[in-house]
Nanobody
Framework: QVQVVESGGGSVQAGGSLRLSCAVS????????WIWYRQIPGEERDIVST???????TYADSVKGRFTASLDNAQKTAYLQMNMVKPNDTATYYC?????????WGQGTQVTVSS
């Protein structure tokens, strides 16, 4: 059974940094990638970043140059390094792990940025 567990959220002041982790277990070999989302209450879940198993990443314009996705394939863990955070980065962050075409959600982790 595939499990996706996120960690690393918390409270930080504007201009600070956080690193989110997304650890996956129970996966057999497959072509895989991760997508990071964030969601503010009452709004849709938006894509923040994607990263393939080869380490190729993409970013939403709102975080480009500040956030960096990386991964440890051996540990089946993806990371989202968040630097120079802003108050409007406040949201619940989710990762979704894809094994082939099947996606698995993490439970979400809250990030709160104070000004």
């Amino acid at each position: 059974q595939v499990q996706v567990v996120e960690s690393g959220g918390g409270s930080v002041q504007a201009g600070g940094s956080l690193r989110l982790s997304c650890a996956v277990s129970g996966v057999t070999y497959c072509v895989h990638y991760w997508i990071w989302y964030r969601q503010i209450p009452g709004e849709e879940r938006d894509i923040v970043s994607t990263i393939t198993e080869d380490g190729e990443s993409t970013y939403a314009d709102s975080v480009k140059g500040r956030f960096t996705a990386s991964l440890d394939n051996a540990q089946k863990t993806a990371y989202l390094q968040m630097n120079m955070v802003k108050p409007n980065d406040t949201a619940t962050y989710y990762c979704r792990f894809f094994c082939g075409t099947k996606g698995y959600w993490g439970q979400g982790t809250q990030v709160t940025v104070s000004s």
